[in-house]
């Protein structure tokens, strides 16, 4: 307990919400772009997947409560959100250390999201799998591609709702 303490306050510290409350989401309206023009979009069980990967997580990229992500963000939280993850800091996620997130409910949209964090297919995911990942999720959640993920493109209410269920 003495030697871990560091690491648990910090796993607490994120487990309640990362650096920020994350209750705090801005509340102006986005305009909706315009889905015509975009040849390319991704399949919507991909963009669901990566919004379901990044709802949780969201208030760790988020440490300045801007409601909003920007891919240059990452890498200032990447190893927080890693060690989320990597519960034993071995540096690999096993398929049982990340569905220990999750709950019944949310288990088949979790062991998706593993099996396309996975692309090597060798049963973890590693650090630049998993950088990779957040990369790729940021990209797919970012629906008008600004290059910014907000609090609305991601969902971020509907989850903070369900997850704050009596
Ligand atoms: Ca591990
Ligand atoms: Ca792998
Ligand atoms: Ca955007």
Redesign the pocket.
């Known amino acids: 307990m003495k030697i871990t303490a560091g690491f648990t306050m910090m796993v607490a510290a994120l487990a309640l919400g990362g650096c920020s409350p994350a209750a705090q989401v801005p509340a102006q309206a986005q305009p909706q772009a315009s889905s015509a023009q975009d040849d390319s979009a991704p399949l919507p069980d991909q963009r669901a997947s990566a919004v379901h990967f990044l709802q949780p997580v969201f208030s760790v990229l988020d440490c300045e409560k801007k409601g909003e992500v920007e891919a240059g963000e990452v890498d200032n939280h990447f190893f927080e959100l890693y060690f989320f993850a990597d519960r034993d800091q071995s540096r690999s996620i096993s398929q049982a250390e990340f569905l220990a997130h999750s709950s019944a409910e949310s288990r088949d949209k979790d062991l998706y999201v593993f099996q396309q964090m996975d692309t090597n297919r060798n049963g973890t995911v590693s650090v630049m799998e998993y950088r990779q990942h957040v990369f790729r999720a940021l990209e797919l959640a ?5 290059g ?3 609090a609305e ?1 991601a969902e971020l209410a509907a989850f903070l709702r369900a997850r704050s269920r009596p």
């Open positions: 970012d629906t008008d591609a600004d910014v993920v907000t493109e």
